[in-house]
């Protein structure tokens, strides 16, 4: 089971990156849009992650 743990860690760090990685892509995309769909300046995103405990078997 540990083998399984440790992949499901792997797998949730890659999918933290890939946000990140995203969220990075968007802000330079946008570094010159200076209004939105909507009118209103662009907001730079932010990933923000928290650490979560789990229950070892």
């Given at each position: 089971?540990?083998?399984?743990n440790l992949m499901d860690t792997v797998a949730?760090?890659?999918s933290a990156q890939r946000t990140r990685m995203?969220?990075?892509s968007s802000n330079l995309a946008n570094a010159h849009t200076t209004r939105t769909a909507?009118?209103?300046p662009y907001q730079r995103r932010d990933v923000v992650?928290?650490?979560t405990v789990g229950e070892e078997d």
């Open positions: 089971m540990k083998l399984l949730s760090g890659l995203e969220v990075a909507e009118g209103g992650f928290s650490a």
